[in-house]
């Protein structure tokens, strides 16, 4: 259903990713974050079912044609310690964002996993995005401080999850307990990883829930 596409950061530079569109050219867009492992064919899955949910979706690559293989997690977690998180939500997140705002319409933001960092820093550090989405991951309070969040956010969480843990979770909604944007934080008795569907730890029941909730969010803020 998508294409691979080239756009501008903010800085100038050129950045790549996929992009799938559905039959309205003026639908609101999503930004999609990948997994630590790349842009793979399921990132991109997820582009499809929200293209075809009534979504323009964008895949930035962050790893700049990098796709890790599932079996090699020593891989992609040296690939993920030497990103720039920071840089790459203001370039080249922010780019992608930029692209689909042309047409005028709202723009939101999600993520999974590294992903679910960058959609928490972008709605803390993005004001071009109207909301954000993040599935199991987040930012150190030293990176992304949720106390500064400026758009709706919605977050998605494994209570067993040993990267992403519940310690932090509860962390960070604390942090947003003084914040009066909206916000929202959910918990599912699942693990790490519980919506990829390639994956060990797929989850149906949770993946199916979150994603109802996610779409009634997009509705909510984006139309």
């Known amino acids: 259903m998508g294409k691979t596409i080239t756009f501008k950061r903010p800085d100038g530079a050129t950045a790549a990713g996929y ?70 939500t203001d370039q080249v997140v922010r780019g992608a964002a930029l ?8 723009v939101g933001l999600t993520g999974y996993c590294l ?19 993040g599935f199991y991951g987040l930012p150190s309070p030293e990176l992304g401080d949720p106390r500064k969040l400026q758009v709706p956010f919605q977050g998605h969480f494994a209570l067993t999850d040993e990267w992403c843990t519940p310690e932090a979770v ?9 914040v009066k944007v909206p916000h929202e934080i959910h918990r599912y ?9 390639e994956r060990p730890h797929f989850d149906p029941a949770a993946a199916k829930l979150a994603w109802e909730r996610s779409l009634a969010f997009w509705r909510q803020h984006l139309g």
């Open 115 to 133: 992903g679910g960092i960058v959609a928490a820093l972008g709605a803390i550090r993005t004001p071009e995005f109207a909301a954000s989405v």
């Open 19 to 88: 992009l799938a569109e559905g039959s309205n050219p003026k639908a609101p867009g999503i930004v999609v974050i990948q997994e630590w492992w790349g842009v793979s064919g399921q990132i991109k899955g997820i582009c499809d079912k929200l293209a075809a949910a009534g979504y323009r979706a964008l895949a930035p690559d962050l790893y700049e044609g990098t796709v890790v293989p599932y079996h090699d997690s020593k891989a992609a977690e040296r690939v993920m310690n030497a990103l720039d998180f920071r840089n790459s």
């Open 189 to 197: 008795d699942a693990q790490h990883g519980f919506m990829n569907e």
């Open 170 to 178: 509860n962390a960070f909604e604390a942090g947003l307990s003084g």
């Open 99 to 106: 692209v689909l705002k042309r047409n005028g319409a709202k």
